[in-house]
């Protein structure tokens, strides 16, 4: 099961800004983490079970 991307670009974008995350290189893509724990919010799932979709649980509970 894939979960598209829940904020949008520009939204995204707007976050980077804010958060000043724009100046170092990373391994993980951050958007991706920030939709995975909006995505845990929003429907209140366990960590573990986290859609396919997503970054690997362990590393959005890290951040």
């Known amino acids: 099961m ?3 991307p829940i904020l949008s670009e520009t939204q ?3 976050i980077k800004n804010i958060l000043q995350l724009g100046g170092r ?3 993980y893509n951050l ?3 920030w ?3 909006n995505y845990l919010v929003k429907t209140g799932c ?3 079970m986290l859609p396919v ?3 690997e ?3 959005v509970y890290y951040y």
């Open 46 to 48: 366990q960590w573990r």
């Open 35 to 37: 939709n995975a724990i």
């Open 25 to 27: 290189k990373r391994k």
């Open 12 to 14: 995204w974008q707007f």
């Open 53 to 55: 979709g997503f970054t």
């Open 2 to 4: 894939y979960i598209g």
């Open 57 to 59: 649980w362990q590393l």
């Open 31 to 33: 958007c991706s983490i």
